[in-house]
């Protein structure tokens, strides 16, 4: 179980339970806006970017090179980026807290 | 329009794949505070298409492991979805779609977002060959999911050489069964690629143990006991357990067609995705549109395209100034190989292809018209992929022997010509 934090866009904060699966999964099964998940969740699109919070980085871990590649796609890259159907939820997830990064 | 006169208004969409589904919740997000009733014929909650030949086929999991949104997502926007209905009618004079129970549903705004089944082709023998498969649904993939664990000797024949062949070759090999693909063209995807990536297939394929087979017309299937026996127009002959039909599709553009809206090559929508009904549009894999960036009418069988133009469709239902303008991109995965492709390449007069040093397979294959780049296809090359977007967006001008030299770093300040 891990209790995941998205902050959006609009400021919203919106705090999420979820067990297993993509965080993107349980983003976009609860309606988080900015985060689609277009592709289904295997790193090919970039719509489900958010930035980690830099005390949590550590929970996250870094970027495979295909999501790294991938990110470039979106000008709002910064070094705490993520494609977040690359993390899966597990206990080490747990108090997370991540940005959506803003649109296009 | 103001968010206060949609209040009362009814938004139906024929068609709950994903066009019609992003295109019902970006609705909701453009504004829109009317009824929103999405209908489709299958009864499934609606899921993501893309895994069905990859993933879903080689896994033991259920459908609901891929759906495009849970179920709590419909009610808390307040979509409606009816599902397991056909839509038989749409009356344009009276705004009303007939549903197969005779009902009538009101509309205001009517999307349309059919898509489209796939080919059977009239090959003698075919309605009575045992176990035979397109691969379009989910119902789809459950019955070769069946029929493949059922069978003892799991010989599979797929007919065509295109992306659902192919992925499904690799995951019916990937599942242990003996898979031939028998391709009618002289090299597989010969529509969208050059004639390298064909080749690369080719060999990918035979490496993992799956034989593609070219210049194979399929003439008739025989069936004994069984078995079936699939004959092709050289003479050859081959036999099958299960055989899985991936030839192409057929757009579904007969509600429209019946509805007086005139067809050509899809349902034509203009760049706000609207039909020449100001009050229906149509979005995803049954439209024919216009693509500002390469200047011509095109119809798309992809998700990308599917997601954008519902996107586009939402906004300018709800009055707000868009144009649909995009770079159709596209992904297949095969075995451990990644394609990825930006652009459409058709026309193209040149191609380079950039080797990168790497222990596993990773290059990249850019089509040119001359100086303009059309189109990047990646293998294992997100980088190449993203690059090529990119490139291809701002029109740039590329220094192609660099671009050919992979020791030159691969960055924009190096391959691009200021």
């Known amino acids: 179980m891990a209790k995941i934090t998205f902050i959006t866009t609009g400021k919203e904060t919106i705090t999420l339970e979820g067990t297993s699966g993509s965080v993107m999964q349980l983003a976009v099964d609860n309606n988080v806006p900015g985060i689609d998940g277009d592709c289904g969740g295997v790193c090919s699109c970039a719509t489900c970017h958010v930035h980690v919070a830099k005390e949590h980085l550590a929970k996250t871990g ?10 470039e796609l979106d000008d709002h890259v910064n070094e705490y980026s993520r494609l977040c159907c690359q993390l899966e939820i597990n206990e080490e997830l747990d108090g997370v807290v991540l940005q959506v990064a803003e649109s296009e | 329009m103001s968010n206060e006169s949609t209040k009362n208004k009814i938004c139906v969409v024929i068609g709950a794949s994903h066009a019609g589904v992003n295109f019902a919740f970006s609705l909701r997000k453009e504004g829109w505070e009317g009824a929103i009733i999405l209908f489709d014929k299958d009864p499934i909650l609606p899921y993501h298409r893309p895994p069905l030949s990859k993933a879903y086929l080689t896994s033991e999991d259920g459908i609901d492991k891929n759906l495009l949104k849970a179920k709590e997502s419909y009610e808390k926007d307040a979509i409606t979805l009816d599902l397991g209905t056909t839509i038989n009618a749409i009356n344009r004079e009276e705004k009303t779609v007939i549903l197969n129970n005779g009902k009538s549903q009101a509309y205001d705004k009517l999307v349309i977002a059919t898509g489209a089944r796939p080919i059977i082709p009239p090959i003698p023998g075919i309605d009575t060959a045992t176990n035979l498969y397109p691969l379009r649904t989910a119902q789809d993939v459950e019955n070769i999911r069946k029929a493949f664990n059922a069978s003892s000797k799991k010989r599979v024949i797929i007919i065509g050489g295109g992306y659902i062949g192919l992925e499904t070759a690799a995951s019916i090999k990937k599942l242990g069964g003996t898979v031939t693909v028998l391709e009618r063209e002289e090299r597989v995807l010969a529509r969208v690629t050059a004639p390298e990536m064909s080749s690369f297939f080719q060999d990918l394929h035979a490496k993992n143990g799956v034989d593609i087979l070219t210049r194979k017309n399929v003439v008739s299937i025989e069936t004994t006991n069984n078995t079936n026996i699939i004959n092709c127009g050289d003479s050859s002959n081959f036999e099958a357990d299960i055989i899985i039909v991936g030839v192409g599709i057929r757009v579904n553009t007969e509600l429209a067609q019946e509805a007086g809206i005139t067809i050509e090559n899809g349902i034509p929508v203009d760049e706000t995705a609207c039909t020449n009904d100001p009050n229906i549009y149509s979005i995803g894999d ?6 500002p960036h390469y200047e011509r009418h095109i119809r798309l069988e992809s998700v990308q395209n599917a997601v954008d133009q519902a996107k586009v469709a939402a906004a300018s239902i709800c009055g707000k100034s868009t144009i649909y303008n995009t770079i159709p991109w596209f992904w297949s995965d095969q075995y451990d190989i990644k394609l990825q492709m930006v652009g459409l390449s058709q026309g193209f007069n040149q191609i380079i292809i950039r080797e990168e040093e790497s222990e596993n397979t990773k290059f990249s294959i850019w089509y040119f018209n001359n100086d303009e780049l059309l189109a990047v ?14 490139f291809i967006k701002g029109k740039n001008k590329i220094d192609k022997s660099k671009l050919a030299d992979s020791s030159v770093p691969f960055k924009p300040a190096n391959l691009l010509v200021s």
């Open chain 1, 62 to 71: 870094k970027a495979s090179e295909i999501e790294s590649d991938m990110l």
């Open chain 2, 286 to 291: 049954c439209t024919y549109h216009f693509n």
């Open chain 2, 377 to 390: 296809d990646g293998i294992n090359n997100a980088k190449a992929y993203v690059l090529g977007t990119k």
